[in-house]
């Protein structure tokens, strides 16, 4: 499915795009389930829902065993389970100068990092609209994970708290020698794989199309991601819907309960 080059990038530089098996018809389904669930709102330039749809042509994509079986070579294990997804559409923003957040998502240590299986997430940003450089490009900071998750290592006071899932921006982060950031570009139907530990974030869209992602978040079976209690409560309760929505020989994919 992949090669031990592209894990390795995962693992140093924190991101890859690569392609994937999803025929266009099934890219082009999952832009259409968009368009019906993401109208664009007055004076809001980003719409995204998390864990809370069941469109078939969505759920046809989450369920695919292409991103299991890569999350399995990624965290190094036998077997993984359904995380969290999410869709996100950015919306052409004309005149206004490029700019983009940077933030990570995901705390965890460079033991999480290397252990076997790893106590990380394997996520992938499955895009469902080509991604250009003025077309809101997620930017990120190649590498910027390893010195943060070394750095996590020496917080006694997050023993046992980690790895889990926190939202911390660049400017409360500790000052690191980060690389400078990069965007992430792709076409439709190709998925960048990532790791939010690493320090990245949403760009301004200067384009003129809609740019539109579906992403699916996997963790290894044995290990534990926490999660603040509202996305906890909305993860258990979407753990539900998805097991009803599954094919019979899919909902392997969805933790026991």
């Given at each position: 499915?992949?090669?031990?080059?592209?894990?390795?990038?995962?693992?140093?530089?924190?991101?890859?795009?690569?392609?994937?098996?999803?025929?266009?018809?099934?890219?082009?389904?999952?832009?259409?389930?968009?368009?019906?669930?993401?109208?664009?709102?007055?004076?809001?330039?980003?719409?995204?829902?998390?864990?809370?749809?069941?469109?078939?042509a969505l759920i046809d994509l989450?369920?695919?065993?292409?991103?299991?079986?890569?999350?399995?070579?990624?965290?190094?294990?036998?077997?993984?389970?359904?995380?969290?997804?999410?869709?996100?559409?950015?919306?052409?923003?004309?005149?206004?100068?490029?700019?983009?957040?940077?933030?990570?998502?995901?705390?965890?240590?460079?033991?999480?990092?290397?252990?076997?299986?790893?106590?990380?997430?394997?996520?992938?940003?499955?895009?469902?609209?080509?991604?250009?450089?003025?077309?809101?490009?997620?930017?990120?900071?190649?590498?910027?994970?390893?010195?943060?998750?070394?750095?996590?290592?020496?917080?006694?006071?997050?023993?046992?708290?980690?790895?889990?899932?926190?939202?911390?921006?660049?400017?409360?982060?500790?000052?690191?020698?980060?690389?400078?950031?990069?965007?992430?570009?792709?076409?439709?139907?190709?998925?960048?794989?990532?790791?939010?530990?690493?320090?990245?974030?949403?760009?301004?869209?200067?384009?003129?199309?809609?740019?539109?992602?579906?992403?699916?978040?996997?963790?290894?079976?044995?290990?534990?991601?926490?999660?603040?209690?509202?996305?906890?409560?909305?993860?258990?309760?979407?753990?539900?819907?998805?097991?009803?929505?599954?094919?019979?020989?899919?909902?392997?994919?969805?933790?026991?309960?």
């Amino acid at each position: 499915m992949i090669d031990e080059l592209q894990i390795q990038r995962f693992l140093d530089d924190g991101a890859f795009t690569m392609d994937t098996p999803i025929s266009m018809d099934r890219i082009t389904a999952a832009a259409e389930a968009l368009d019906r669930l993401l109208p664009q709102k007055e004076g809001r330039n980003r719409s995204s829902l998390t864990c809370n749809y069941d469109d078939p042509a969505l759920i046809d994509l989450i369920q695919d065993p292409f991103f299991e079986q890569v999350s399995c070579q990624l965290l190094d294990s036998k077997a993984v389970y359904f995380f969290q997804t999410a869709i996100i559409t950015a919306f052409p923003q004309p005149g206004v100068e490029f700019g983009f957040d940077q933030h990570v998502d995901l705390q965890y240590t460079l033991t999480d990092l290397e252990a076997s299986p790893r106590r990380v997430t394997s996520i992938f940003f499955l895009w469902l609209s080509d991604v250009a450089l003025d077309q809101a490009p997620m930017m990120y900071r190649p590498g910027s994970h390893r010195p943060l998750a070394a750095h996590w290592e020496t917080q006694a006071e997050l023993k046992g708290e980690i790895p889990r899932i926190i939202g911390i921006k660049l400017a409360d982060l500790p000052e690191l020698d980060y690389a400078e950031p990069q965007p992430l570009l792709a076409k439709a139907g190709q998925a960048s794989v990532l790791t939010t530990g690493m320090v990245h974030g949403a760009s301004v869209h200067t384009g003129d199309l809609p740019r539109k992602v579906l992403v699916i978040t996997f963790h290894a079976a044995d290990v534990t991601i926490g999660l603040p209690e509202v996305q906890e409560i909305a993860k258990r309760e979407y753990d539900a819907t998805l097991r009803k929505a599954l094919p019979q020989e899919r909902r392997h994919i969805v933790r026991p309960i």
